[in-house]
């Protein structure tokens, strides 16, 4: 596994990339700096989000710190190119799209995405890059292309450590046993409301491969102690049948006076093979929330009352 302290909980940029909605400069900077504050010190970011404005605000802030007290991650797999057609982005974050994205999964492409990320973020160098989302464009060619680029990089020494940021388990396993990967960013797949058995987790402890999981309150479904109607699964309406196992989740948390949000957030935690818990955030408050909820004492039989409702 990489050697790179990343403690338990990360902060994750998508949200200070506009995702959804506009945030000013100001609170976004003030998120990222609440995070610094409340002792967190890896932060992921990706050109994707926001076509490089979270790069470029969370490096506002952290390019003042000293540079070998933090972590940061960023992605490869897409450049941003100008686009003379304007408008905004298409892509859900609320940007004018001065640029636009394009896939390259090339040696040169991830040299440059590099090269260009930390010219976003004002730093010397990158500690982790993951091929971003092969999964939903070409895995084949991010395994034959993008996977060695990497492992050449980090031979060179130009990043500390390299991994994979996937929605799909699947497509994550492939690329461990394709590839000797210092971490998995596996996204809402490994949640306290689904508690599946994932074989990805058991190959990367056996390839000492760490797993950074992320979208673990799965899409905002369990962000909140009382579950609403319109509540959000894998970004869409959840439906009834979910809400309902939502609520009991809840429920069981009550019983043992701890909040849904707080046992979703230290869940993966429990699987040797998940090394840290990232989380994003668009405001400080939500910040010291997550960082807060992170070091809560939880009772040992909640979990076991939890695993109960989620094999139901």
Known sequence: MTP????KLGFGGAGIGNL????????????????WDAGIRYFDTAPHYGLGLSEQRLGAVLRDKPRDDFVISTKVGRLLEPNAAGGQDPEGFDVPAT???VWDFSEAGIRRSIEDSLDRLGLTHMDIAYLH?????????????????????????????????????????ECVEAAHLDLVMLAGRFTLLEQPKVPLLERCMERRTGVVNVGVYNSGLLARSDVPDDAHYNYDQAPPPVLE???????????????LPTAALQFPLRHPAVVNVTA????????AANA???EEP???ELWGALEAVGRD
Not at 4 to 7: A, F, I, S, T
Not at 20 to 35: F, H, K, M, N, Q
Not at 141 to 148: E, H, K, N, S, V
């Open 99 to 101: 640029t636009r994205r």
């Open 20 to 35: 959804y909605r506009a945030i000013p400069d100001g609170e976004a900077l003030a998120t990222v700096l609440a995070a």
């Open 133 to 173: 989302d092969a999964d939903v464009h070409d895995l084949r060619a991010g395994i034959d292309q993008g996977l060695p680029a990497l492992e050449k990089l980090r031979s060179e020494g130009v990043v500390k450590a390299i991994g994979v940021g996937l929605n799909s388990a699947e497509a994550a396993l």
């Open 245 to 259: 196992r939502a609520r009991r989740l809840a429920a069981t948390c009550r019983d043992f006076g701890v909040e």
């Open 292 to 294: 807060a909820r992170m």
């Open 280 to 287: 994003g955030a668009t405001s400080p408050e939500q910040v």
């Open 4 to 7: 790179l302290n990343l403690g």
């Open 298 to 300: 939880v009772p040992e």
